[in-house]
């Protein structure tokens, strides 16, 4: 954490650009994510800041990490997968690029395994809700090499591709792939990071949300979880979300997990294999004392910056604000802003999940009011979101700073172009002197109040 008082920025205020990737096979160049501190030095968190400022930057402490491709080598090289004469289809499950997966350079690594040769191997994407991957999509996943070469699969929501499996203990229905119970050795692939219900993602969540039914989906992105206080960000134990999880995924036989942990930069620096059960526990413990962060003082405006496909809709970036609130004790002071720093390239977003949460923001006149109609009533994924969105807009005043400010017209966000608009309104709004809080990557901290 560095400490800096910003009065007059080199900089002119208001200036900061938003990144772009590779093509997406739409013959242009698309935005992928706000990332205006390209270096890494305390000072460029400050670009487009003006004005009479206490800045603090959160950001966990750098690791030095070898090359992605030795981690992962070195990880995968030690694997003795025994039996693999037998069997003639792998299914290898991936996040889809909603997280950094490192996905060419593990697929790579598990094509050079003695046995693989012969096989027919194949990727499912773990999309969930998410808008399905196109193929210029896939192919700059992996690349040209790989994609010729294996298969490659979206996560299917039709009724015919969903098999049914009974219900949890609490009654939650299990459905999943099909996919998943026609081949005969499965490999999940995970990305461990603080996530708000299953306390971090990877390890089970990958294939019990990622590749069930809408009707699981809907019936686990519910109040009942939602409500719970150990549903949370970085917390597992007695957690129901995630043990119910558990009970789904072990409908399903795991042969080998390989989950990782970025930095904040999106970085690899540990890559875990072997059973599902074991591979997630080392992770998440790796992961508690990597992304917990406790901060000294309480700050009036949290800045967030996402990076990647995160920073492209509103639904993802909008996720932000509860990173901030949603923690054992917020390190924002109550009616306080947050600000989201996103490019928005896709809007609120083309999936179902994503299209719920447009039609309910767009309509949430009084946040207390849907509330109280989810509570009663529930909702389903999508709406959850928006629930809670909700629930912080209780707490505090939520913005985003983008290139597409427009559509949050008549919505309860706040909107603007630049920082330099941002600070006019946070020295108007909120304090001549406010404590600002810079998170470069809120999805890579659980930023807690030290007490």
């Known amino acids: 954490m560095k400490k800096i008082i910003v009065s007059n920025p080199v900089t002119r205020a208001g200036e900061w650009r938003i990144g772009t990737s590779p093509q997406d096979g739409r013959g242009k160049f698309r935005s992928h994510g706000f990332h205006p501190w390209g270096s890494r030095k305390a000072k460029h968190y400050c670009m487009g800041l003006a004005g009479n400022f206490n800045i603090q930057v959160l950001k966990p402490p750098k690791i030095v990490f070898k090359k992605v491709s030795s981690i992962i080598r070195n990880s995968i090289s030690s694997i003795e997968l025994k039996n693999l004469r037998k069997i003639k289809n792998v299914l290898i499950i991936a996040p889809d690029n909603t997280r950094k997966t490192h996905l060419r350079e593990i697929l790579t690594e598990l094509l050079r395994l003695r046995g693989f040769s012969g096989k027919k191997v194949s990727v499912l994407f773990a999309n969930g809700l998410h808008r399905r991957m196109d193929e210029a999509q896939i192919k700059w996943l992996v690349g040209e090499k790989l994609f010729s070469k294996l298969d490659f699969f979206n996560h299917s929501l039709a009724r015919e591709d969903i098999k049914k499996l009974g219900v949890t203990k609490a009654g939650i229905p299990i459905t999943l792939n099909r996919r998943l119970f026609e081949s005969d050795f499965i490999i999940s692939i995970g990305v461990v990071e603080p996530h708000l219900y299953a306390g971090f993602s990877g390890g089970p969540k990958t294939i019990a949300i990622g590749l069930s039914g809408k009707d699981t989906i809907d019936k686990t992105h519910h109040p009942r979880f939602l409500d719970n206080p150990n549903v949370n960000l970085g917390v597992v134990k007695n957690n129901p979300f995630n043990r119910m999880l558990w009970e789904i995924v072990r409908h399903v036989r795991v042969g080998l997990a390989i ?102 923001i767009k309509n949430m006149k009084v946040p207390d009011y849907f509330i109280s109609r989810v509570k009663a009533k529930g909702c389903v994924a999508g709406e959850h979101r928006a629930y809670m969105v909700a629930k912080a807009l209780r707490f505090a005043r939520l913005g985003f700073v983008t290139e597409n ?16 608009e941002a600070c006019i309104f946070i020295e108007r709004e909120i304090s001549k002197n406010p404590r600002i809080a810079i998170i470069p990557n809120i999805f890579s901290v659980i930023a807690t109040l030290d007490r």
Do not use: H, W
Not at 323 to 333: D, P, S
Not at 405 to 420: E, N, Q, V
């Open 259 to 360: 989950n990782i942990l970025n930095d904040s930069d999106g970085n690899l620096i540990y890559c875990f294999t072997g059973r599902l059960e074991k591979v997630y526990k080392e992770a998440t413990r790796k992961a508690r004392l990597y992304f917990n962060l406790k901060v000294k003082e309480m700050a009036d405006v949290v800045i967030c910056g996402l990076g990647g496909e995160k920073a492209q809709n509103a639904y993802q970036a909008s996720r932000a604000f509860n990173y901030v609130i949603n923690t054992k004790r917020t390190i924002l002071k109550k009616g306080g802003l947050i600000l989201t720093i996103a490019s928005l390239g896709d809007g609120f977003g083309n999936g179902i999940g994503e299209i719920r949460f447009e039609e309910v």
């Open 405 to 420: 400010p427009l559509i949050f017209r008549k919505t309860p966000f706040l909107a603007f172009r630049s920082l330099k």
